[in-house]
């Protein structure tokens, strides 16, 4: 049976208290013989600035670059308000995503049967969602230069960000949306603000010819930015695979985060190239919701998305799919059975600890394999 080495890095906030029920889920594969998992512990985000004073040290970089896939947890907090902002906590996130060249990122949205009244949408309009938003995540808006604040002298000051794209970088974004359509619904819809931008003129004009030259027998709908945000919390269920920058990206998919209910419901993952001879390929896995420190340490947080990001490694970076509908079948179990964090708790549902709703997605899970 093949090793595979994770680096675990819980971050700040709620990070370590979600990661712990991924790391119980972990320990018991490896006892149970199901897989074989080498796991390493580093520091990230405002834990790694009290350490160290950087955002990630070069050592926990280095073992970032040697493991099969990186769990991640959640960075940030108003403790680290004032640091510098080149070692903000975020910045040990943007650097692990441009260093390993995850350019590729795929968030789902389901929403799982027994949470479709726990939306902010009607429940017909969300019951049985199953989308996913592909986001380019290492150009755009966020890594674009120039990217400065200038004293303009008088009380004014002028700020610049700088939205770049080439077209290899939507060309290779397009491909993974294509190719994931494919195994899905086969339809794609590619978001950008081509009216007012230019870098949306050239990802429209790329898209359709990617898809004209490689991906004929996908449905490819183009749709404006703005409206396609409309459309996510108006009639969501039309959407298959959205292909969407940077910057959009960000925004739509914290959209679709609270169509299935909660924030802490989202997983997602991180995807570079697969390399030519490995067959292998960078990875980072992480739940969408942030460190949300106001409920750190209390036994509060919802582990689920933190777990489900943990399945999306399972299925992207160890072709174990199997195992990986095993997770996501525990989760809905347990959901269905009506235990429920605070985020996602409602009238005739039992509440549940962080470390509950771990313990209850475990034996779930043990049952399925017994």
Not at 109 to 131: M, Q, T, W
Not at 206 to 232: I, W
């Amino acid at each position: 049976m093949a090793t595979h080495k994770l680096l675990l890095l819980p971050g700040d906030g709620i990070g370590p208290e979600v990661m712990g029920e991924v790391k119980r889920l972990i320990d018991w594969l490896n006892s149970a013989g199901i897989a074989k998992f080498e796991t390493d512990t580093g520091l990230v985000g405002g834990s790694a600035y009290d350490a160290h004073k950087v955002s990630i040290s070069e050592g926990d970089m280095a073992k970032a670059m040697e493991a099969d896939a990186i769990i991640f947890g959640a960075v940030g907090g108003p403790k680290w308000d004032a640091v510098p902002y080149e070692v903000r906590p975020e910045a040990g996130l943007l650097r692990l995503r441009k260093d390993l060249a995850l350019f590729a990122n795929l968030r789902p949205a389901v929403c799982y049967p027994a949470l479709a009244d726990a939306s902010s949408l009607k429940r017909e309009a969300v019951e049985g969602l199953d989308i996913v938003i592909v986001r380019e995540l290492t150009g755009g808006v966020y890594f674009g230069e120039p990217k400065t604040i200038t004293d303009l002298g008088n009380g004014q000051k002028r700020a610049i960000d700088t939205q770049v794209y080439d077209t290899y970088e939507i060309e290779r974004i397009g491909r993974v949306a294509f190719e994931l359509a494919r195994k899905r619904k086969n339809k794609v819809t590619s978001m950008e603000k081509r009216n007012v931008m230019k870098s949306g003129v050239l990802w429209n004009e790329v898209m359709t010819a990617v898809h004209k030259r490689e991906y004929p027998d996908v449905t490819l709908e183009h749709q404006l930015a703005d409206s396609g945000g409309m459309m996510l919390v108006k009639a969501p269920k039309q959407f298959d695979v959205i292909v969407t920058d940077n910057l959009f990206g960000d925004m739509l998919s914290d959209i679709a985060a609270m169509l299935t209910g909660s924030l802490g419901m989202l997983p997602s993952a991180s995807l570079g190239e697969v390399d030519v001879k490995s067959k292998k390929r960078k990875a980072l896995y992480e739940p969408v919701h942030g460190s949300a420190p106001d409920i750190a340490g209390k036994g509060l947080a919802n582990p689920i998305a933190m777990i489900s990001s943990f399945g999306m490694a399972l299925r992207y970076s160890f072709d174990m799919g199997a195992l990986a509908d095993k997770v996501d079948q525990a989760i809905a179990a347990v959901l269905a059975s009506g235990l429920r964090t605070a985020d996602i708790k409602s009238e005739g549902t039992t509440a549940a600890s962080t470390t509950q709703m771990g313990e209850a997605i475990l034996k779930e899970l043990q049952k399925l394999h017994a």
